[in-house]
Structure formats: C-alpha cells, structure tokens
C-alpha cells in the first residue's frame, strides 16, 4: 500500500499557554520531531496540518519535503483536521492507499514504530491502530475504504468514533514504547 503519514498540528494547545509545536526536543522541536519520523519512515509522503498559529509554526518548520496544508477551520476540532487532510490528500495525491494519522505532541512515537504499522497494513479492509491497554487511538492507518467516513468527521473527538464503529475490523498494534502526550506544562517538564 502506497501511505501518507499526515502529522495533526493544527491545535492552540491552550493548556500548554504557548505554542506547543515548537517547544525545544531534542535537537529541534516536538513538531520537527513527528515530521521527521514521518518522513523517516516507509511513507510515500509526509504531511503536516497545521491551524492555529499556522504562519508562525510555518516559518520554523525546517523539514523538506514535508507537504503542508493549513486547515481554516480548525477551532471545531481534531475531526475537522482529518477530514481537511483527506480532502487534501485526494486532491493532491489520487494513488494513496492509506492514510497513517500521528500527533505532534507525541515524542516517543519513531519512524521504527511507524514502519511496524506500515508493514502489518495488509489487508485494505482493516484500520490499524496502536493499543492502549483496553483502548485503540494514534498513529492509526486508515486504508482508502475508510476515507468516505473520515471525511465527515468533526469536533473534538477526532476518529475514535471510527474505531469504535469498526471495531471488528481494528487490527491492534502493540507498542514499543511508553506513550505520553505533552498537553501541559506539568507533561513538558516530565519529558
């Protein structure tokens, strides 16, 4: 399957009260950090949805060849950032098999993590989904049977209504990894 990693950064991350994409990890950014495993990885392509702050995030995003699109109406939600990078994705690029959802603010997701989604995404029928104890979320890879439905999400909760939806037809994907998302300031310092 030909795969785009699509890298969800359009937030205002207000509980962070700064831009969270942009915060130092590493040698560069949390933002960079998702953008490089993206491109790293066994994609066909990398692209960054950006919203809030957009302009700003833009100019220190350093990564070549990582296709950015900027979604207007991100305040509604994550929802509205899926369905934006579908559209975009079909619009752009019409030989995409599968779309391989990731977060910005997820440090310890690797292109090593990633390839191990890609590589079990067999079956055109199936979502693969990383597990969480009694719970499935992001990265995710949804093949293109699924984009009809992605592109009518909005708000908030982003695909998991999908994948409760479609439960039958998850494949889990254990991670490798201990998984935190940096919302907070507490979250940074942790990290």
Known sequence: MKIAVVVLAAGAATRMQSIKQLLPYKNSTLLENALYNGLNSNALITICVLGSNAEIIQKNIVANSVFITINENWASGLGSSITHSVNFIESHFTDIDGILFTLADQPFVTSKYLNSIIEKASNPEKIYASQYHDTFGVPVLFPKMFFKDLKK???????????????????????????????????YKKL
């Not at 909005?154 to 919302?183: C, T």
């Open 153 to 187: 999400l909005d708000g908030e909760q982003g695909a998991k209504k999908l994948l409760q939806v479609y439960q039958h037809q998850v494949i889990p994907i254990l991670l490798d990894f201990v998984n935190i998302d940096i919302d907070t300031p507490e979250d």
